[in-house]
């Protein structure tokens, strides 16, 4: 995973990824394929894109159900 440092820029670091598959996450239970094709649009390459959900799921922001779709998880 791309983090922020001195060689990497924020905007450059998966990071700076989170927002934008949050963001199509929270609008419904979406396949990985479909929340790709979302990603792409907003220029994620695939390998970024596989960290961002890697982040997310470690941060346990998002979660796959039996039905192999991503949603978002709420936090109390």
């Known amino acids: 995973m791309k ?9 450059e670091s998966s990071i ?11 609008e419904g239970e979406k396949t990985p394929l479909e929340l790709y094709s979302e990603a792409k649009k907003e ?9 961002v ?5 470690a941060l346990r922001r998002i979660d796959l159900n039996e039905e192999g779709k ?3 998880v709420e936090r109390d």
């Open 3 to 11: 983090l922020p440092s001195k060689i990497t820029s924020y905007s």
């Open 16 to 26: 700076s990824k989170f927002p934008y598959v949050l963001k199509a996450v929270r």
């Open 43 to 51: 220029h994620i390459s695939i390998a970024e894109f596989m960290e």
């Open 53 to 57: 959900l890697d982040g997310l799921y």
């Open 70 to 72: 991503l949603y978002y």
